[in-house]
């Protein structure tokens, strides 16, 4: 875990280094999160709904694409998590950007035998920048990893629908 997160710094601090420009921000919004089981008899479903908060640093690459890295507290019905995104942004119009990335999960509850609290999920999106400071987005993100650890024939994954609004500075 330790050098993942040394690695994703060192990546940012590289991309720091490259950028043409570096804006910080705050980010706020609707969660939505559902659960699957799938085992042997079928699958179960649930979805829940909840709240995100957070800050992210906007790197700007080129004219037409940055690097959004994200920390995100999420809430759903008093479960809580961290999330972190690390999108691509590809404007396709002046305001209009397409976001692509994989997306972290870090559970902030007590680890449960045969469970993972980490989430490794791909995200993608739509952005639309209001103003230069005010934005809106929406994603939605794919668990690629199975949360169950054990040895029986089951499943778990999570996906996440995020929808809010944004403040750069």
């Known amino acids: 875990m330790r050098k993942l997160?040394?690695?994703?710094t060192?990546?940012?601090?590289?991309?720091?280094?490259?950028?043409?420009?570096?804006?910080?921000?705050?980010t706020a919004g609707y969660l939505n999160g559902r659960a699957s089981v799938k085992?042997?008899?079928?699958?179960?479903?649930?979805?829940e709904s909840?709240?995100?908060?957070?800050?992210?640093v906007d790197i700007v690459l080129?004219?037409?694409?940055s690097i959004q890295p994200e920390l995100l507290y999420a809430n759903i019905d008093e479960s809580?998590?961290?999330?972190?995104?690390?999108?691509?942004?590809?404007?396709i119009t002046e305001k209009l950007?397409?976001?692509?990335?994989?997306?972290?999960?870090?559970?902030?509850?007590?680890?449960?035998?045969?469970?993972?609290?980490?989430?490794?999920?791909?995200?993608?999106?739509?952005g639309f920048d209001i103003t230069s400071n005010f934005f809106?987005?929406?994603?939605?993100s794919f668990q690629l990893n199975n949360s169950y650890t054990g040895n029986e024939d089951v499943k778990v994954r999570a996906n996440y629908l995020t929808a809010g609004v944004g403040y750069k500075f």
């Open 62 to 65: 080129t004219e037409k694409t």
């Open 97 to 126: 950007n397409f976001q692509v990335g994989p997306q972290f999960v870090f559970s902030m509850e007590e680890s449960i035998e045969d469970f993972s609290n980490v989430e490794l999920g791909l995200a993608g999106g739509l």
């Open 39 to 47: 085992f042997d008899e079928g699958t179960f479903s649930d979805s």
């Open 5 to 8: 997160l040394f690695i994703a």
């Open 10 to 26: 060192a990546v940012l601090f590289g991309l720091n280094v490259q950028a043409q420009s570096v804006d910080f921000g705050i």
């Open 50 to 56: 909840g709240f995100f908060i957070g800050a992210l």
């Open 80 to 91: 809580s998590a961290l999330m972190l995104p690390v999108m691509l942004k590809s404007y």
């Open 136 to 140: 809106l987005q929406a994603r939605y």
